[in-house]
């Protein structure tokens, strides 16, 4: 594996901030600035990662409360979906509610399926799979699927979210996700990580035991 990935959850709503980088060049991609990120550069710092973009994966308060202050801290631009900046303007009274505390965000970049981000040699396909969000997208390299809250290890992202869409969400996931390599690991915006394989066989919304409502 040419990248090395770690995931820290984070906030009231245990987020996984994702931390990407290219092993040879030390670039490294942030994801999801979502909470606690003087914590999660402190890691970034301790691992020798040089983060180069910060971007992301949907604008749910959970993914992006802590952007403002990590787009201070690196001097770089939040990457987003356009289908995400309405979100973006009604960031604060949404996070006040869950209990983040956010101030207002800008988007500094939009990113759209088919568009590739590369740390170092390492590129990403960026696929856009609404349903969940939607804005929502996922990043894939080398077996590896950045994958927001598209698929969890034995569920689905939940449609009941404005915006949200349970028929997309199901099109994302067969029309795209399972069109990559069965080995596929996903590292998923909460919980666990885990593979295409493996959701295939024993998710229940994606095996027939359950729909989602």
Known sequence: MSVKIIQIPVGPLVMNAT???????????????????ERILEIAE????????????HCHVDHIAGA????????????ICPLGKEMLGNVGPIAAA????????????????????????????????????PDS?????????IGGDVIFRGSLGRTDLPGGNTKQLMDSIT??????????????????KTTLTREKKEN???????RLA
């Open 68 to 79: 403002s202050l990590a787009i201070k801290k690196l001097e770089l631009p939040l990457e």
């Open 19 to 37: 931390l990407v980088m290219d092993k040879e060049s030390k670039e490294t991609i942030f994801f999801d600035p979502g909470d606690e990120i």
């Open 98 to 133: 869950f209990g983040y505390v956010a101030s207002e965000i800008k988007e500094g970049g939009y990113l759209n399926e088919g568009d590739i981000v590369n740390i170092g040699k390492t590129e990403f396909r960026i696929l856009h799979c609404p349903g969940h969000s």
């Open 204 to 210: 229940p919304y994606l095996n027939g035991t359950l």
């Open 137 to 145: 997208l996922c990043f894939y390299t080398e077996g590896i699927l």
């Open 46 to 57: 301790a691992e020798n990662m040089n983060i180069t973009r910060l971007i992301a994966t």
């Open 175 to 192: 029309k795209k996700i399972y069109l990559l390599p069965n080995d596929t690991a996903i590292y998923p915006g909460h919980g666990p």
